[in-house]
């Protein structure tokens, strides 16, 4: 027998994208810089890959398609929606702002007001303007007020459209694999440099914070923050099992525990299981596992999101998907995890929206145009969008408020 599991009322029902991933021509981004640098693209080429499958180009030409985005948006049922202004854009040059830029995000975002949907703006998902980049980037402790300039910038000028605003999208992930993995720009290796970077981050995040609630002290300010379940290899180990704790402590709390308590509500961005085995955590395959390899794992979401809950604040899952080109997985993945946030949500959890990653097929990161996250499909030739079967599944769910377990 089949149970309808009923979210709140109010619950928030959305997708989530980010800027460089969707918009194409991000041309004066540190990304665009590194994407189109002839060191990577040798590199690339000495693997056997095509450049261009992982330059993110016209991405899914967003800054042109936009209304009909909004029209996709809408068309799910969702009553919310969680994107990116882009830095380098709006700050072409330092301390220079283009208001044109500026103007085209508040067409979209009236256009998507207009139809009811809620917005959660990000202020930084990774990208950076190129000037800022090469001034030392989140390395250097002038980025931090720089950063803050902007976001008092974007504050003025998207506040009456934003619900919700993040300061920064993963920031521990963009640390690791800029600066400790060397994976993405400037592709570092030091742990200095790894520590000088969060420490900035938190301290820019802290001061956005009071900046803004100076401006208006109704104002919801959050950050996104990739939080990961962490299990035992041998459940039977007790030092698999204290290093799994200790894992999960320093992924999941360190960092917003420096925050100070400087958060109105915090953003959960949850995708796949690790297994620890002392002294190795590695994201094994088990059960079902997605194009990139991740193991898909809906009941860890249930534990993160109460060991979220702890620091007493609402919380939004700013980011869950699942690479999953022939769409054979999105529909049970988002069933599952659904069913294990509402299992959180009984047990105390104040889970106030779901934003499910993504909208659109979109270019992932160091991966390029492989990986496909869409509840749309996207023609990268001819930019044409069409629904994935899980994009209706998720239409039914975001009208009916609820789930069929
Ligand atoms: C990031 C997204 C990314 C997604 C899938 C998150 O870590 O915020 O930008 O596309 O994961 O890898």
Request: glycine residues 8%; contains cysteine.
């Amino acid at each position: 027998m089949s149970e309808f599991l009923q979210f709140p009322s109010n619950f928030l029902w959305g997708v989530a994208t980010s800027a460089h991933q969707i918009e194409g021509d991000n041309t004066l981004s540190d990304w665009w810089a590194w994407e189109h640098s002839p060191l990577r693209i040798k590199k690339l080429e000495s693997k056997g890959a095509y450049p261009p499958d992982f330059q993110s180009g016209k991405a899914a030409d967003h800054w042109v398609h936009w209304k009909e985005d909004s029209e996709l948006i809408k068309g799910l049922n969702c009553n919310a929606y969680r994107c990116s202004v882009e830095w380098a854009r709006l700050e072409p040059r330092d301390g220079e702002w283009d208001v044109n830029a500026a103007e085209h995000y508040r067409k979209e975002f009236k256009t998507l007001q207009d139809s009811g949907i809620r917005l959660v703006v990000t202020l930084n998902h990774f990208t950076l303007p190129l000037w800022a980049a090469q001034k030392g980037g989140w390395a250097h402790k002038d980025t931090v007020s720089r950063f803050v300039r902007f976001a008092e910038f974007a504050f003025g000028a998207f506040q009456e459209f934003t619900d919700y605003w993040v300061t920064l999208n993963e920031p521990v992930i963009y640390a690791a694999k800029s600066y400790l993995q060397g994976e993405w720009p400037p592709q570092k290796h030091n742990f200095f440099l790894f520590l000088t970077v969060l420490r900035n981050q938190i301290w820019a995040h802290r001061v956005i914070f009071q900046r803004l609630h100076a401006k208006d002290v109704y104002c919801q300010v959050g950050i996104a923050k990739n939080n990961q379940f962490f299990g035992a290899f041998h459940e039977g180990s007790k030092v698999d099992r204290a290093f799994a704790l200790a894992s999960g402590f320093l992924w999941n709390r360190w960092f917003l525990n420096k925050l100070g308590q400087k958060f109105d509500f915090l953003g959960l961005n949850y995708y796949f299981l690790n297994r620890v085995h002392f002294p190795f955590v590695s994201s094994i395959k088990e059960g079902f596992v997605s194009d990139l390899g991740w193991s898909i794992y809906p009941q860890g979401i249930e534990k993160v999101l109460l060991d979220l809950a702890r620091f007493g604040r609402p919380i939004l899952i700013t980011e869950n998907g699942v690479a999953d080109r022939e769409d054979h997985l999105r529909k049970e993945f988002i069933r599952g995890h659904l069913y294990y946030i509402h299992r959180a949500m009984q047990k105390g959890a104040n889970v106030k929206g779901y934003f499910h990653w993504s909208l659109l097929d979109n270019f992932e990161w160091s991966e390029g145009f492989g990986p496909r996250f869409g509840l749309y499909e996207v023609d990268y030739n001819t930019f044409e969008r069409k629904a994935r079967p899980s994009a209706l599944y998720y239409a039914q769910i975001c009208k009916n408020n609820g789930i069929e377990i």
